[in-house]
């Protein structure tokens, strides 16, 4: 273990003299509702907090035609125009090896409001947590990197290497934030993702992909509802294909993946169908995700459940037309994490100077913009702060794990500079 030095102690002072700042901006953030489509005042936030610190500032668009022709592309249904994530680049003219920040300011929806302790993007303290939709997923993530960066520079380390903050959109379903970022140039020598997994050294992710199921019936009468075909009472009887798809996934799954009992999951999220009480309903959707294992193409992966759902649809003689698959948004290769990069160890190695402990490993069951970093050939990982309820009701992020992540990542930029590469 390396004990701290006196300008590293003092960047550790200067982490804990900043934590209620980082908890300020965390909330400054959480109060943007950042959903899709909505993400600009959030990247305003942390446009003002980098303006304020004397620190550059650069737009990078979702529409640049770098990104809409990278292999890593996600298709959507959505215009990028007008669209961007934040980044920042300190000593860009520098040969030294190159560290990323990363971390995305969009959220996924918070209904049903009412669920909620108080309004979701209201946020609020209480017995050490800081609650509010994405206050955990990730934007205490985001303020404790950034003010890591404050704190290296406030107790005047010297940082001569390459350095660039990325805040992102698009993270919750496509990936195309951190991408176009990764397309233009900015992905570095090495990454770090403050996803809130705690203080573990995330070693590996599935691989994903989303999915639209359309079926179209023939609306009738409720007088004689044998007259029409029922589009919701299809859509329904296909669950089972989806079902079974997911199950030979898991049964298929490959080291170290093979060690969770059912890592690759199904979800249904979203389903729409019909449109009066008293017709036969002429229309279902559904979307969801699928996860696999990271030995398994995505593209592998949307031909089988495309093919699943074509043969339930004859197997079952369902009355009506076969169904529409489609796929938008992520479709992710999964990975495993170089735990063997230097990296890695010095993570460790900052982890073990501030807790006097070695890191726990964490492997993933969903998917992180990692990826894109990945895809480009750059190493890092995920280390962040604690969460609770992401995605869910009341939402939350422990306080003391901010502090943790705000110390590890200052460390880690004090002795990245230092590292043999």
Same mark, same amino acid.
């Given at each position: 273990?390396?004990?701290?030095?006196?300008?590293?102690?003092?960047?550790?002072?200067?982490?804990?003299?900043?934590?209620?700042?980082?908890?300020?901006?965390?909330?400054?953030?959480?109060?943007?509702?950042?959903?899709?489509?909505?993400?600009?005042?959030?990247?305003?936030?942390?446009?003002?907090?980098?303006?304020?610190?004397?620190?550059?500032?650069?737009?990078?668009?979702?529409?640049?035609?770098?990104?809409?022709?990278?292999?890593?592309?996600?298709?959507?249904?959505?215009?990028?125009?007008?669209?961007?994530? *934040?980044?920042?680049?300190?000593?860009?003219?520098?040969?030294?090896?190159?560290?990323?920040?990363?971390?995305?300011?969009?959220?996924?929806?918070?209904?049903?409001? &009412?669920?909620?302790?108080?309004?979701?993007?209201?946020?609020?303290?209480?017995?050490?947590?800081?609650?509010?939709?994405?206050?955990?997923?990730?934007?205490?993530?985001?303020?404790?990197?950034?003010?890591?960066?404050?704190?290296?520079?406030?107790?005047?380390?010297?940082?001569?290497?390459?350095?660039?903050?990325?805040?992102?959109?698009?993270?919750?379903?496509?990936?195309?934030?951190?991408?176009?970022?990764?397309?233009?140039?900015?992905?570095?020598?090495?990454?770090?993702?403050?996803?809130?997994?705690? =203080?573990?050294?995330?070693?590996?992710?599935?691989?994903?992909?989303?999915?639209?199921?359309?079926?179209?019936?023939?609306?009738?009468?409720?007088?004689?509802?044998?007259?029409?075909? &029922?589009?919701?009472?299809?859509?329904?009887?296909?669950?089972?294909?989806?079902? =079974?798809?997911?199950? =030979?996934?898991?049964?298929?799954?490959?080291?170290?993946?093979?060690?969770?009992?059912?890592?690759?999951?199904?979800?249904?999220?979203?389903?729409?169908?019909?449109?009066?009480?008293?017709?036969? =309903?002429?229309?279902?959707?559904?979307?969801?995700?699928?996860?696999?294992?990271?030995?398994?193409?995505?593209?592998?992966?949307?031909?089988?459940?495309?093919?699943?759902?074509?043969?339930?649809?004859?197997?079952?003689?369902?009355?009506?037309?076969?169904?529409?698959?489609?796929?938008?948004?992520?479709?992710?290769?999964?990975?495993? *994490?170089?735990?063997?990069?230097?990296?890695?160890?010095?993570?460790?190695?900052?982890?073990?100077?501030?807790?006097?402990?070695?890191?726990?490993?964490?492997?993933?069951?969903?998917?992180?913009?990692?990826?894109?970093?990945?895809?480009?050939?750059?190493?890092?990982?995920?280390?962040?702060?604690?969460? &609770?309820?992401?995605?869910?009701?009341?939402?939350?992020?422990?306080?003391?794990?901010?502090?943790?992540?705000?110390?590890?990542?200052?460390?880690?930029?004090?002795?990245?500079?230092?590292?043999?590469?």
């Amino acid at each position: 273990m390396m004990p701290l030095n006196p300008i590293e102690q003092k960047v550790m002072e200067r982490c804990d003299a900043l934590l209620e700042d980082t908890l300020v901006l965390t909330e400054h953030l959480v109060r943007e509702y950042s959903v899709l489509g909505q993400e600009q005042r959030a990247l305003g936030v942390m446009e003002a907090w980098l303006e304020s610190e004397g620190l550059p500032v650069e737009r990078v668009g979702l529409d640049d035609g770098s990104l809409l022709v990278h292999p890593g592309y996600a298709p959507v249904s959505w215009s990028g125009v007008g669209r961007y994530s *934040v980044v920042s680049r300190l000593n860009p003219e520098s040969n030294k090896p190159h560290l990323v920040f990363n971390g995305h300011v969009d959220v996924v929806p918070a209904e049903p409001v &009412d669920s909620w302790t108080q309004l979701p993007w209201e946020p609020w303290r209480k017995g050490g947590w800081l609650y509010g939709r994405g206050a955990g997923d990730m934007k205490a993530g985001v303020a404790a990197m950034s003010m890591a960066v404050k704190a290296v520079r406030d107790a005047g380390h010297p940082m001569d290497y390459p350095f660039t903050l990325q805040a992102v959109i698009e993270e919750e379903c496509s990936g195309n934030g951190a991408l176009a970022c990764v397309s233009r140039g900015y992905q570095g020598d090495f990454v770090l993702i403050p996803e809130p997994f705690g =203080a573990r050294i995330y070693t590996g992710q599935v691989g994903v992909v989303r999915f639209k199921i359309e079926v179209e019936g023939t609306p009738a009468h409720v007088l004689d509802t044998s007259a029409g075909c &029922d589009a919701i009472e299809a859509m329904q009887q296909l669950f089972p294909a989806l079902k =079974a798809l997911q199950e =030979a996934l898991n049964e298929e799954r490959q080291p170290p993946y093979d060690a969770l009992e059912h890592p690759f999951n199904l979800n249904i999220g979203r389903f729409d169908g019909g449109n009066w009480a008293s017709s036969v =309903a002429a229309h279902a959707v559904i979307e969801g995700r699928i996860g696999f294992d990271p030995s398994t193409s995505p593209h592998s992966v949307m031909e089988r459940l495309e093919r699943a759902i074509l043969q339930a649809h004859t197997k079952l003689a369902l009355p009506v037309k076969p169904p529409r698959v489609s796929f938008h948004g992520f479709r992710s290769e999964g990975h495993l *994490v170089d735990l063997e990069h230097p990296g890695i160890a010095l993570l460790s190695g900052c982890h073990e100077s501030l807790t006097q402990q070695r890191p726990r490993h964490y492997l993933s069951t969903c998917t992180t913009d990692l990826r894109a970093f990945h895809q480009a050939g750059v190493p890092g990982t995920c280390y962040g702060p604690i969460a &609770d309820a992401i995605h869910g009701v009341d939402e939350r992020v422990n306080i003391e794990s901010i502090r943790q992540t705000l110390k590890a990542y200052a460390l880690f930029m004090c002795r990245w500079g230092r590292q043999p590469h």
